[in-house]
């Protein structure tokens, strides 16, 4: 990989968006990739605010990008991913789960907007963008707290970045046994989710 990639990961607490940027990293890390990971937490509890920064190259010494550097947003939840869009890069695609659970920052800032007002506004503001129905393909992977997984999956068909192989490995290694099985269906089931639909 001669250029950097940079992924941000908007999420609530609770959501594995922290989880989801550690696969993302052992999976790079395994492929030879050189890799930086940093998180902002707003309120550090369950259901709180969440930014996950990524970054993937031969050389990679901060692991912080500005706002309009992000090669890619992977969105766990609306309201977060509408807060962060201003992080998407010229040439940038968004990849957002259609999962509405706001975090208390998120709920009092959009008041009056509804889930599908969400998707709305994030696609008119951003063209490249990919809603995927993350909560029905895990609920369908037999494990709805694979929401990440499904998007993990998306964002891997959409960017080809990394190998299928590498990211079973992490997530064999990184998650619990018993969530092992249906985590690695959620990742096929967002893989070829997305696979269809571009």
């Keep these: 990989m001669e250029r950097r990639v940079n992924i941000l990961i908007a999420s609530v607490g609770g959501q594995g968006g ?20 940093a998180e902002t937490l707003g309120m550090s509890q369950r259901y709180g605010s969440v930014m996950s920064y990524v970054r993937i190259g031969a050389s990679i010494y901060s692991p912080l990008f500005d706002p309009g550097e992000a090669d890619y947003i992977l969105g766990l939840e ?20 259609d999962e509405y659970r706001p975090s208390y920052i998120g709920s009092t800032e959009y008041s009056s907007l509804k889930k599908q007002d969400f998707i709305a506004k994030i696609t008119s ?29 998306a964002f891997n068909a959409v960017s080809n970045l990394l190998s299928t192989d590498s990211i079973k490995k992490a997530i064999r290694e990184i998650l619990p046994e018993h969530a092992v099985s249906s985590s690695i ?10 696979q269809q639909t571009r």
């Excluded at 998407?88 to 695609?93: E, F, V, W």
Aim: net charge positive.
């Design 125 to 153: 503001l951003w063209s490249n963008t990919i809603i995927i129905p993350a909560r029905k393909l895990a609920e369908e992977a037999g494990n709805v707290r694979a929401l990440n997984m499904v998007v993990l999956g």
């Design 78 to 97: 609306l309201t977060e991913t509408l807060r962060r869009i201003h992080y998407i890069s010229k040439h940038g695609i968004i990849i957002v789960a």
């Design 18 to 37: 922290l989880t989801l940027s550690r696969i993302i990293a052992l999976a790079s890390t395994l492929e030879g990739y050189s890799v930086r990971t």
């Design 185 to 194: 269906k959620a990742y096929e089931l967002g893989y070829n989710y997305a």
